[in-house]
Antibody, heavy 116, light 108 residues
Framework: EVQLVESGGGLVQPGGSLRLSCVAS????????MSWVRQAPGKGLEWVAN????????FYVDSVKGRFTISRDNTKNSLYLQMNSLRAEDTAVYYC?????????WGQGTLVTVSS | EIVMTQSPATLSVSPGERATLSCRAS??????LAWYQQKPGQAPRLLIT???SRATGVPARFSGSGSGTEFSLTISSLQSEDSAVYYC??????????FGGGTKVEIK
């Protein structure tokens, strides 16, 4: 069974940092692009970043460029999102999704709350 | 950036009736469009890619159509379990990948 499990969310003050993780199982992780998508409370979906299967290409939405870094460790079947200089508007549930353009499998999400 | 606009915001349909959701792109995206279903408290689920190809396990009552800038998702005979928010997403011209604002389907 294909499974994605996110962790690392929590409450952080504005300007702070968090590192999200997503552990994959049930498929060949190293063969797939992976993505992060977020959803602010009561709002729609927003694509955040994606990364090529070998980590050689990474893309970001403009609002997180220079603050967030997507990475992966194929030896650990893991995807990461390092989030720095967090802002209130980054408050959201963060999902990891398999594939780079359309997410055909999603994790359950991890909530990030940026507040003082 | 390609802007995706969905209508209506909310659709109320009786069980067994047809529901048609619309999605418009601000410029042509060929057939590079996906549809997702999201139920309360759950992650999105992929329904359609390539504007009209159902994902694995998606019931045949869900169908997608369109190309260019105008797209639609049709639920041919609405079931109670279809109550959800539906999102369209373009993947033709990116970054960024962009989603529509969603259509909430309610059961009358």
């Amino acid at each position: 069974e294909v499974q994605l499990v996110e962790s690392g969310g929590g409450l952080v003050q504005p300007g702070g940092s968090l590192r999200l993780s997503c552990v994959a199982s049930g498929f060949t992780f190293s063969s797939h692009w992976m993505s992060w998508v977020r959803q602010a409370p009561g709002k729609g979906l927003e694509w955040v970043a994606n990364i090529k299967h070998d980590g050689s290409e990474k893309f970001y939405v403009d609002s997180v460029k220079g603050r967030f870094t997507i990475s992966r460790d194929n030896t650990k079947n893991s995807l990461y999102l390092q989030m720095n200089s967090l802002r209130a508007e980054d408050t959201a549930v963060y999902y990891c999704a398999r594939n780079g353009r359309t997410g055909d499998c999603w994790g359950q999400g991890t909530l990030v709350t940026v507040s003082s | 950036e390609i802007v995706m606009t969905q209508s209506p915001a909310t659709l109320s349909v009786s069980p067994g009736e047809r529901a048609t959701l619309s999605c418009r792109a601000s410029q042509s995206i060929s057939s590079d469009l996906a549809w997702y279903q999201q139920k309360p408290g759950q992650a999105p689920r992929l329904l359609i890619t390539g504007a009209s190809s159902r994902a694995t396990g998606v019931p045949a009552r869900f169908s997608g159509s369109g190309s260019g800038t105008e797209f639609s998702l049709t639920i041919s005979s609405l079931q109670s379990e279809d109550s959800a928010v539906y999102y369209c997403q373009q993947y033709n011209n990116w970054p960024p990948l962009t989603f529509g604002g969603g259509t909430k389907v309610e059961i009358k």
